[in-house]
């Protein structure tokens, strides 16, 4: 069972950033790929970003391309989700996951962080 633990989140202005953090206690076969997915009150749970440990696949949803960017630390079995010029809309639980392969659906990643709420203030 591989161990997923985020940390980073809160609350900021509307323009402001935040960074989140995520570790997987060790990699797998199966964790070639990890993701950051958000859930706001009421709505599906829906994609944001994701990459592979070789570093060759990184994907972002069209909502945040250009604003977030998504990078590992290979060594530390790490992934960073860098937020910046916020809106109140990025406000959503973030969930950090694990999978195979760096896909856009939830279906496909076996192992989940906590979730950390982000809020972003008009």
């Known amino acids: 069972q591989v161990q997923v633990v985020q940390s980073g989140g809160g609350l900021v202005q509307t323009g402001g950033s935040l960074r989140l953090s995520c570790t997987a206690s060790?990699?797998?076969?199966?964790?070639?790929?990890m993701g950051w997915f958000r859930q706001a009150p009421g709505k599906e749970r829906e994609f944001v970003a994701a990459?592979?440990?070789?570093?060759?696949?990184?994907r972002y949803a069209d909502s945040v391309r250009g604003r977030f960017t998504i990078w590992k630390d290979s060594a530390e079995n790490a992934v960073y989700l860098q937020m910046n010029s916020l809106k109140p809309e990025d406000t959503a639980v973030y969930y950090c996951?694990?999978?195979?392969?760096?896909?856009?659906?939830?279906?496909?990643?076996?192992?989940w962080g906590q979730g950390t709420q982000v809020t972003v203030s008009s």
């Open positions: 996951a694990v999978g195979s392969s760096p896909t856009n659906q939830p279906g496909d990643y076996r192992n």
């Open positions: 990459l592979t440990w070789r570093g060759d696949i990184t």
């Open positions: 060790r990699r797998t076969i199966f964790t070639n790929a």
